[in-house]
């Protein structure tokens, strides 16, 4: 099965996301769970939420994959910024609890100087902290493209967190954009890629992926999304990605500089290249 969508506004609430994403043949799609670029967070409702679980499951969509806010540093030197993104962390958790199996995913975050051990040990706080009540939700960290002291732009800082956390049910969103701006060839072999991937991390962690091409060249590390078949991944690269063997039956996300017209249109093209 193939599952693609698109990031979406939840402006309107999750039921509007719901049918929106299938007017654009989409059978998942990704939103923020509060402001991308702050904290403020939409009062949930109750009756929206049960109604677009409803459509979810009539619909046979996929998981959905949302995003935690762009500002929320887990690993950030500042002790009062650090501890305010963990409660952030874990409301955003408890708020998911309502659209039940459902994936969470969010940047690692920056360490700004304290080095790579430190953030894995402040992240890895976070989440054994927000995860401790089991919340129906899984919560999955993004591969990054390694940009100034982002965490997260190799895969062994990825199992670091991991095993830091010692969580089965943590998992991992991969970003086509980032992994190859981060200097991992998925346009060449692609194979090897998820061969080392499965190897540091374990394939089976692999839940969901950001399908962005890259306005930068290979290892650039710096992170600017290109729509589908327009920058240096091209569109073949997505053709194998959605077609790999590994990669079957996993949300596929589209976060390229679109709107609704041009995530339909990629879609379009995606599916036209589906041979499973």
């Not at 890259?214 to 992170?223: G, I, L, Q």
């Amino acid at each position: 099965m193939l599952y693609l969508g698109c990031h979406l506004s939840a402006s309107a609430g999750n039921l509007a996301m719901v049918r929106t994403a299938a007017t654009i043949d989409a059978n998942t799609f990704a939103f923020f769970t509060r402001n991308p670029r702050g904290s403020r967070a939409k009062p949930q409702d109750p009756a929206d939420c049960a109604a677009a679980m409803e459509e979810i499951h009539r619909l046979g969509f996929g998981p959905l994959v949302a995003h935690g806010s762009y500002t929320m540093n887990l690993c950030t030197a500042d002790p009062g910024a650090r501890e305010f993104a963990a409660q952030v962390l874990a409301e955003d958790l408890q708020r998911m609890a309502a659209l039940p199996g459902q994936y969470y995913n969010f940047h690692p975050g920056s360490h700004v100087g304290q080095g790579v051990d430190a953030a894995v040990e402040q992240i890895s706080n976070a989440l054994k902290a927000a995860m401790a009540l089991d919340y129906p939700v899984t919560v999955l960290l993004e591969t990054m493209a390694g940009k100034g002291s982002e965490v997260g732009g190799r895969f062994e800082e990825l199992k670091a967190i991991i095993d830091a956390v010692g969580r089965e049910d943590l998992g991992v969103c991969l970003d086509t954009c980032h992994v190859y701006d981060a200097g991992y060839d998925i346009v060449n072999d692609l194979d090897s890629v998820l061969e080392e991937f499965d190897r540091i991390v374990g394939i089976h962690r692999l839940k969901a992926l950001h399908l962005n091409d890259s306005k930068n060249p290979f290892a650039s590390h710096k992170d600017r999304h290109e729509c589908i078949g327009a920058g240096s991944l091209g569109l073949s690269t997505f053709e194998a990605i959605i077609n790999h063997p590994a990669l079957q039956g996993k949300p596929m996300i589209l976060e390229t500089p679109n709107e609704l017209p041009g995530y339909a249109s990629e879609i379009r093209t995606l599916r036209s290249l589906y041979r499973q």
